[in-house]
Nanobody, 125 residues
Framework: QVRLVQSGGGSVQAGGSLHLSCAAS????????MAWFRQDPGNEREEVAI???????LYADSVKERFTISRANAENILYLHMNNLKPEDTAMYYCAATPFQHGGRFLNAPAFTYWGQGTQVTVSS
């Protein structure tokens, strides 16, 4: 059975750091393209970071130099390390997996087959 189980997140003041985890079962994360999305009420789901099976990454301009997407292949876990958080980073964050590889640009949400349950990140000013 395929599952993506998220952990981490929470509340932090602006300038702080949080780390999200996404533990996969039923498939191997290193064989898939993995991504982190976020969504706050009233807005569309936004892709913030993506990592191909070859390790190549892309970041949204809004999170570049602050967020890092990575994998622990042996543990089959995807991570999102978030530093220098801003109030506008407040959202529900989701991990996702797709068998397609990014070709230098973000993939749309419908391309992703598996999704985590979501975890809330709240940044106060």
């Amino acid at each position: 059975q395929v599952r993506l189980v998220q952990s981490g997140g929470g509340s932090v003041q602006a300038g702080g750091s949080l780390h999200l985890s996404c533990a996969a079962s039923g498939f191997t994360v290193s064989n898939f393209c993995m991504a982190w999305f976020r969504q706050d009420p009233g807005n569309e789901r936004e892709e913030v970071a993506i990592i191909n099976s070859d390790g190549s990454t892309l970041y949204a301009d809004s999170v570049k130099e602050r967020f890092t997407i990575s994998r622990a292949n042996a543990e089959n876990i995807l991570y999102l390390h978030m530093n220098n958080l801003k109030p506008e980073d407040t959202a529900m964050y989701y991990c996702a997996a797709t068998p397609f590889q990014h070709g230098g640009r973000f993939l749309n949400a419908p391309a992703f087959t598996y999704w985590g349950q979501g975890t809330q990140v709240t940044v106060s000013s």
